[in-house]
């Protein structure tokens, strides 16, 4: 009963803001590229500089909610420790009318979500392994900062001129010194994992799926034993992976046996 009331309320409060509503004075909205469970992404064109901007809102029915807002400042914050070509570069916050938003620069292209099922790109096992080696070296990136970003999905990754750029840091987290021992290995792991996840994706795209049957992919695909032996770790069918210098070993290994 409360979850409906919720989300009905949520429909009425949390209207979609109409393209050409100019926000803090500088920042036209041109299209909603998304919504969270507490944030609200626009496309906006800078009519200073006319360069197209990334604004995320925090949900207007969240705004009165400190621990929501706690969120949304703490995801922010995250981004201003991006300084890396292939994610998003922070440029600044405001408040208007009692909303919060953060403004970041937009990474044109298409995600690869969409690339895979709506284009129809495949990557045969050597591509697939050369493109998360390349997506190995952002999650390095994030973890030389002790920036784990817990959500690493196909639509999460967005694709220009065959190079992977990471987006959508809403639930990535950053460890401190306070943070405990197992809880950073547990994080570290799960982003470990979802590299197997993606990896496993992108051999996918060139499967003839002709069998009724589903079977383990250990079955219905055909791939040389160093990526299965990849994907086993990183899955943590064998023994995980404890660092990012042991996959990028075993990656290379896989992309030299596939010639």
């Not at 621990?67 to 916050?93: C, G, T």
């Not at 292209?109 to 790109?121: D, R």
């Not at 290995?185 to 996918?204: A, P, R, T, V």
């Amino acid at each position: 009963m409360f979850r409906s009331f919720r989300k009905v309320h949520q429909f009425f409060i949390d209207e979609i803001i109409p393209s050409g509503t100019i926000l803090n004075q500088q920042y036209q909205v041109v299209d909603i590229l998304g919504s969270g469970s507490y944030g609200m992404v626009y496309q906006c064109n800078d009519i200073y500089t006319s360069e197209r901007k990334v604004v995320k809102q925090l949900r207007p029915s969240k705004r009165k909610n400190k621990k929501e807002i706690q969120l949304f400042n703490d995801e922010k914050s995250l981004i201003q420790k991006l300084n890396h070509p292939n994610m998003p570069r922070y440029v600044e916050a405001f408040t208007e009318e009692g909303n919060y938003y953060y403004v970041m620069s937009l990474i044109n292209g298409m995600n690869l979500e969409e690339a895979i099922f709506s284009q129809l790109k495949t990557f045969d096992e050597k591509e697939s392994l050369q493109f998360v080696s390349k997506l190995l070296e952002l999650v390095d990136y994030l973890h030389m900062k002790d920036i784990y970003h817990l959500d690493l999905r196909i639509p999460n990754i967005i694709l220009k001129d065959d190079e992977p750029y990471l987006i959508d840091f809403g639930l990535a987290k950053i460890s401190n010194a306070d943070s405990r021992k197992d809880n950073k290995e547990d994080m570290m792991l799960q982003d470990y994992y979802d590299l197997g996840d993606i990896l496993l994706y992108l051999l996918y795209t060139t499967y003839p799926s002709k069998k009724k049957k589903a079977r383990p992919w250990t079955e219905e695909l055909s791939l040389k034993k160093e990526t299965v032996y990849l994907l086993k770790r990183l899955l943590r069918i064998h023994t995980p992976y404890t660092n990012i210098n042991e996959i990028s070993v075993d990656i290379q290994a896989a992309i030299v046996a596939n010639g």
